[in-house]
């Protein structure tokens, strides 16, 4: 047993006052922080974690107790270390938003109740993004405590790095980057005086006895809203067929209405700067979390994402002028050794079937659309 789970035990023993029976590690996702399932006789299982950056459970800590006051379902939590490492939360179950999709739908459907969860989790952004901002104080918000024009670099050069540089593909960096600087100042335009979620997606929204609850919400920030509609509708495996995009969004936009004052003209005029820059972010996490971290879940992820930037490009209407991003974007869903030589597998299980091991899963990835030809015998 490890140090970690020995004080997850204690803690929670304490809490309880009773022995702990078992506890069984949760996998890890994206993040660095450690979940653990505790278990007791005649008791409610709780959800343990490890999160060495005080920083960030500040932050944690203090968004969740904001939500909790303004009635917004999020896990509660029941007891803190005192070296603030360590900490206990309500066991909300396995079923997220993007579990219960992936069971119900049927190719370009969406089941009934799989668009009532929806409307039920867009209904409530509003009130997050509102009431979240309602007496907090942002100088709490980690690692930024705003949206602003650091956070969106960051985005940008993450995209960059971690995924363009690797796709072979050639750039005038200074181009883009000036690019990169346009389309942070047209976003920046836009009233961001609300709650940002910042991870707003459907792996981060569960259901837990018929209602939603909402975590991982550690990142979030003030910013505009835009942003986390944003990344709900084009959230990438989820992959959301674009005639409920729309009706989803138009949804979020009369429930905005009801709960504050905004220009559904200027809301609309920035909407498809916001779903690029969330798609450029999560392609760069993509390939930093997939490439440099070898977690090959993330890859799988990458077919969808171009396909996203596939329809954006045909759709999006922007008033500012992009040229060599926009270049770069359609050499990414054009080129033959990025998404097009892979189809879009539903699960883990369909795309692993045809690899017997983690080196065969990295090595097609690599060979149909994530290195180029020259570079394709570094993962092996």
């Not at 060495?52 to 969740?64: G, I, P, Q, R, V």
């Not at 960051?154 to 593909?169: E, V």
Request: hydrophobic share 40%.
């Amino acid at each position: 047993m490890s140090y970690n789970e020995l004080i997850l035990i204690n803690l929670a023993e304490k809490f309880n006052q009773v022995p702990c029976i078992k506890i069984e590690k949760i996998p890890q996702s994206g993040s660095v922080r450690l979940y653990f399932r505790l278990f007791f006789e005649n008791r409610d299982s709780i959800v343990g974690v490890y999160n060495a950056d005080l920083k960030e459970n500040h932050a944690y800590f203090t968004f969740s107790h904001h939500f909790l006051s303004k009635q917004i379902r999020v896990p509660e939590i029941l007891a803190i270390d005192s070296s603030c490492q360590y900490y206990l939360l309500s066991d909300l179950g396995d079923e997220t938003l993007y579990s219960f999709l992936s069971t119900h739908r049927e190719e370009e459907e969406l089941s009934e109740e799989t668009i009532h969860y929806y409307r039920e989790v867009i209904r409530q952004l509003p009130l997050l993004q509102i009431s979240g901002k309602e007496g907090f104080d942002f100088s709490v918000c980690y690692p930024r405590f705003a949206f602003d024009r650091q956070s969106m670099q960051w985005d940008l050069n993450y995209f960059k790095y971690y995924f363009l540089k690797l796709t072979g593909i050639s750039f005038d960096e200074q181009l883009l980057e000036d690019d990169f600087n346009t389309l942070i100042d047209f976003l920046l335009e836009a009233e961001s005086n609300y709650f940002l979620y910042r991870d707003f997606q459907s792996r981060n929204i569960m259901i837990y006895r018929k209602k939603v609850y909402f975590i991982d919400f550690q990142g979030g920030r003030k910013g505009p809203l835009q942003y986390d509609i944003a990344s709900l509708l084009y959230d990438g495996k989820a992959a959301i067929p674009q005639k409920y995009r729309e009706q989803f969004l138009e949804y979020y936009l009369d429930e905005l209405e009801k709960v504050t004052d905004f220009n559904r003209k200027d809301f609309l005029l920035r909407y498809d700067g916001f779903v690029l820059i969330r798609i450029l972010q999560a392609l760069g996490t993509y390939g930093f979390r997939g490439y440099y971290e070898k977690k090959s879940h993330f890859l799988l992820s990458i077919p969808y994402a171009v396909r996203n930037i596939a329809h954006l490009l045909k759709t999006m209407k922007l008033p500012i002028q992009i040229p060599v991003l926009l270049s770069v974007l359609k050499e990414i869903t054009e080129s033959p050794d990025i998404p097009g030589a892979l189809p879009v597998f539903r699960t883990k299980r369909e795309f692993h079937r045809i690899c017997r091991s983690t080196e065969e899963v990295l090595f097609l990835i690599a060979v149909h659309f994530l290195i180029p030809v020259g570079n394709r015998n570094m993962l092996l």
